[in-house]
């Protein structure tokens, strides 16, 4: 009897485990909202869509080597492509998905935008608040 039920439940607890250790929680734990001096929430995360909110974090870092007019073949990626880029958002890459890491310089992939400074935290959480919804193409 005993061993029936360890066969039920081992299972269980080892999804429940995984779940537990999922990288877009983890980037989320690491990655919390900046606050500003008041103590206020400064950086709006929610309803993060594609079609705005992060194409125009694209628009203003990432353009210049990874847009549709051909920019990309420096980089062999076109993130304006929503395939390419929930491709990298999801692959579970370099700890927190390709995507995540090279924005937040974490987990040993390629470190973006290649020739610049690291993404203000804002920009960082909106990319992380997007990927953890699933990066949807909304
Ligand atoms: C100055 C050019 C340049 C800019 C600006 C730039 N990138 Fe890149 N990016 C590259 C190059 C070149 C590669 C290929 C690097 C490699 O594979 O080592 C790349 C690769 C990537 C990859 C895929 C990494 C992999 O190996 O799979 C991601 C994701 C990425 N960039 C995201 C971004 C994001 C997001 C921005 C803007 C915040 C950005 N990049 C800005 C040049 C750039």
Redesign the pocket.
């Known amino acids: 009897m005993i061993k029936r039920i360890l066969i039920v439940v081992i299972p269980f607890l080892t999804c429940a485990v995984f779940f537990q250790s999922c990288f877009y929680d983890k980037a989320d734990q690491q990655y919390p909202s900046p606050k500003d001096s008041t103590g206020n929430n400064t950086c709006d995360t929610t309803n993060i869509r594609y079609s705005v909110e992060i194409k125009s974090?694209?628009d203003a870092?990432?353009q210049?080597?990874?847009d549709e007019n051909g920019a990309n073949t420096?980089?062999?990626?076109n993130?304006y492509d929503y395939a390419t880029i929930s491709g990298?958002a999801l692959d579970g890459?370099f700890t927190y998905g390709?995507?995540l890491s090279?924005?937040m310089h974490q987990g040993g992939?390629?470190m973006?935008?290649?020739?610049?400074p690291m993404?203000n935290d804002c920009d960082i959480n909106k990319?992380a608040a997007w990927v953890h919804a699933g990066a949807p193409n909304n």
Do not use: K, R, Y
């Open positions: 974090i694209l870092n990432c210049t080597c990874h420096v980089s062999g990626f993130l990298l890459q390709t995507l090279a924005v992939a390629p973006m935008p290649e020739d610049g993404l990319i």
